[in-house]
């Protein structure tokens, strides 16, 4: 069985930050993109970052470029999301998604595996 686990979401003050993990089991990660994605209320679900499938290359939305990184350990199936300088915008629910291609995609369909999502609130 599949899984992607995250941890790291909280209660945050603007400008602070926090760092997420993602850990996944029961598949050969390696060879496939990573991305984060998160969902705020009333709104679609939107790509916030991405690795490729050995890390060398990262993707970012523009709204998070320059604050947020991404990083992957592929030895531990581990993804990772840094993010700094945090705004009220960022607050919504933070998934990490296992994608079909070894390319990083920004479409929520070309993902095949998520985790159960965790909570990041920005308080201005």
């Known amino acids: 069985q599949v899984q992607l686990v995250e941890s790291g979401g909280g209660l945050v003050q603007a400008g602070e930050s926090l760092r997420l993990s993602c850990v996944g089991s029961g598949r050969t990660f390696s060879g496939y993109a990573m991305s984060w994605f998160r969902q705020a209320p009333g709104k679609e679900r939107e790509f916030v970052a991405g690795s490729s499938w050995n890390g060398a290359m990262t993707f970012y939305a523009d709204s998070v470029k320059g604050r947020f990184a991404a990083s992957r350990d592929i030895s531990e199936n581990t993804v990772y999301l840094q993010m700094n300088e945090l705004k009220p915008e960022d607050s919504a629910v933070y998934y990490c998604?296992?994608?079909?291609?070894?390319?990083?995609?920004?479409?929520?369909?070309?993902?095949?595996?998520w985790g159960q999502g965790t909570q990041v609130t920005v308080s201005s």
């Open positions: 998604a296992s994608g079909q291609y070894s390319s990083v995609s920004r479409l929520v369909s070309d993902y095949v595996y």
